[in-house]
């Protein structure tokens, strides 16, 4: 009898600026009946040092599962743990140039990878600006794969009227991608 998949949920964050976005993805996840799965670059741990006065262990705490990023042996490393699939937030484009071109070096771009093979969705909110000729040929590639690039652009149609505002808004369209709802988006055309 086949079984219903579970809704795990892969959140990667990479050294790129803006680890809030991946920060609030998981609190806004915590108790929404997604299990979540944590990898995070080494450079990450930089940024949120740079970011943040969040302690690693403190943004850890806040996924179901943390997985180290040289764990090549890790569940979320193989196309049989079944998950609903990734979001990288933020995603640098080191990381993005790995997995477009599936010359994958740490855990975040295997199980990127892992998720592009295995035809589940991969979302990737690439944290850069501006772009030139070859992070833009890699983005193409990448679609071309199936992956989302989504950049955390905000909307001011949803009048924020602060910085979470507008994280809290651009993760919960990042998580419309998924069919989750987590009730933060403003609608538009809705009140």
């Not at 705490?61 to 180290?68: N, S």
């Not at 990288?88 to 740490?106: Q, R």
């Not at 909110?125 to 199936?146: F, I, Q, W």
């Not at 989302?148 to 910085?163: D, G, N, Q, S, V």
Request: contains cysteine.
């Amino acid at each position: 009898m086949p079984t219903v998949a579970p809704r795990r949920l892969i959140v990667g964050i990479s050294g790129a600026s803006g680890v809030i976005y991946g920060v609030r993805m998981l609190q806004l996840l915590r108790n929404s009946g997604i299990e979540t799965h944590l990898v995070m670059s080494k450079t990450a741990e930089i940024t949120f040092a740079h970011e943040t006065r969040m302690k690693i262990a403190e943004v850890k705490a806040l996924a179901h599962t943390t997985h180290a990023i040289d764990d090549m042996a890790a569940a979320i490393a193989s196309g049989s743990f079944k998950t609903m699939g990734m979001i990288v937030a933020p995603c640098s484009v080191k990381s993005m140039s790995e997995i477009a071109t599936g010359a994958t070096s740490t855990l975040l771009t295997r199980a990127a990878d892992v998720v592009l093979k295995e035809r589940r969705r991969l979302v990737l909110m690439v944290r850069e600006t501006p772009l030139h000729g070859g992070h833009l040929r890699n983005m193409a590639a990448l679609s071309d794969m199936g992956a989302i690039i989504a950049p955390p652009l905000p909307a001011f149609y949803a009048k924020p009227e602060t910085i979470e505002d507008m994280v809290e808004h651009t993760v919960g369209r990042m998580l419309d991608l998924f069919d989750i709802d987590v009730g933060v988006v403003r609608r538009w055309g809705e009140k």
